[in-house]
């Protein structure tokens, strides 16, 4: 049989089923086809009998056709602001890549250590561990601020999407994006849900998550992971070139060959600045992260940096808006439709009547929190619709309340690296091209698990010496 026919076959079997089965009793039966749509669409996604923008659009279709999905609700993904962030990181990069901005950088990197691929990874990871305390958008930090230094990277060693891919693009991809995965948990303004778990926190357990507590409990674990994960995806996605002799004298020939930086390339390094700043402060200017980037694309507008040519044909923007709000418009009605509610309630309950011990529960619930972000299109719709019932769960269960709160908030991020949708910033790593989609999510697995382990077992011990049980 033919592999795309066969692949179409699986998908639709599989949603039909889904859509005719009994109705678990205390859903709705929308609420239960919605489910069905999201399930083949996901299948879709990973058996890829077509792109996946077209996938997600033929979904969409279909809910809009049969009045399973108003309108509104279709289109509903398409003006989250998080989409519209996402295609201005494309629009960003397309600037660095335009004005050399991108090379220049690239190669300082490559002259200060540049000894291999490693230690470029290694400066990722150490870059991201530096800015993410004061970035709270997981996007447009590793989105418009590192995905085109990684970008110019790649391309510095002769590494574009294809059959160079694997020189080196692929391995700095994933480390850029896992990296990002990681410092999202590891503090509470590293990311933009992560307060919203203080907040529930404080309603359903009764307990103060500061900064402070957030940070110490996660300092060990999370300096553990992420100085593992360059390494463990070394070995999952191993680059071709590997050591780099002659970086410096590379690098400095090719940055002398480039000259003195043009006008374009100082308009877009003050615009970077202007980001960097605007986005770091943007606690205390109320300024979302998606105006931030549109001022940006603006200005180099205006500045004729990027003329709307440029703008038009970045497709992978469009690819990306195209899937990402789709999937972003079906999870939020799978979430509207009490699906997500009705899951977790019901999940509760039976591993709370089980009469198991607190850290046998806790680690189930975790387990459950944790994978089913397969689901989900969005780190805080997850905190949203599950965050508070487990928390208060795993505390009836009788894990320390406070420990409790602070694992679910670090568990919402660790699963970002299970997919390509896992938050913000994977469709733009995902989009530029130098990973198959089968090996984005075998890898993310892998490192979704590692960091599970890492956290459920070193973090527990250092919980315990600070006192959280």
Known sequence: MNPTLRNWLIILVVGAAIWFSPIPTGLKPDAWHIFAVFVATVLGFILHPMPIGAIAFISLTFCCFTGLLKTSQVLMGFGNGTIWLIV???????????????????????????????????????????????????????????????????????????????????????????????TCMMFLTSMAGNPLCVGLAASAVGVEITWTNWALAAIVPGLISL???????????????????????????????????????????????????????????????????????????????????????????????????????????????????????????????AGLGWIASFLIVILFYTYSHYCFASVTARISAMYAAFVAVAAACGTPALMAALTFGFFANCPISLTHYGNGCGPVYFGAGYVSQGEWWRNGFVICTMNVVIWLTIGMAWWKVIGLY
């Open 88 to 182: 201005c990181a494309f629009f960003l990069s397309r600037a660095f890549i335009k004005t050399g901005f991108g090379r220049r950088i690239a190669y300082v990197i490559i002259k200060l250590i540049g000894r291999s691929s490693l230690t470029l990874g290694y400066s990722i990871a150490l870059s991201e561990l530096v800015v993410s305390p004061a970035m709270p958008s997981a996007t447009a930090r590793g989105g418009g601020v590192f995905y085109p230094i990684v970008r110019s990277l790649s391309e510095a060693f002769g590494s574009q999407p294809g059959p160079s891919s694997r020189k080196i693009g692929a391995y700095l991809m994933q480390v850029g994006y896992h990296t990002d995965a990681t």
């Open 227 to 353: 100085t593992l994960v360059p390494w463990v995806v070394s070995l999952l996605s191993p680059p071709e070139i590997k050591a780099i002799p002659n970086a410096r004298e590379l690098a400095e020939k090719e940055l002398a060959a480039m000259g003195p930086m043009s006008k374009d390339e100082k308009v877009l390094a003050f615009v970077f600045v202007m980001c960097l700043v605007l986005w770091a402060t943007g606690s205390w200017t109320h300024l979302g992260a998606t105006p931030i980037a549109m001022l940006a694309i603006a200005i180099m507008l205006i500045a004729k940096v990027l003329s709307w040519q440029d703008i038009l044909s970045e497709k992978g923007a469009y690819d990306a808006m195209f899937w990402m709000g789709g999937l972003m418009s079906l999870a939020t009605a799978l979430g509207k439709s009490g699906f997500i509610t009705w899951v977790a309630k019901d999940t509760a309950e039976i591993i709370g009547s």
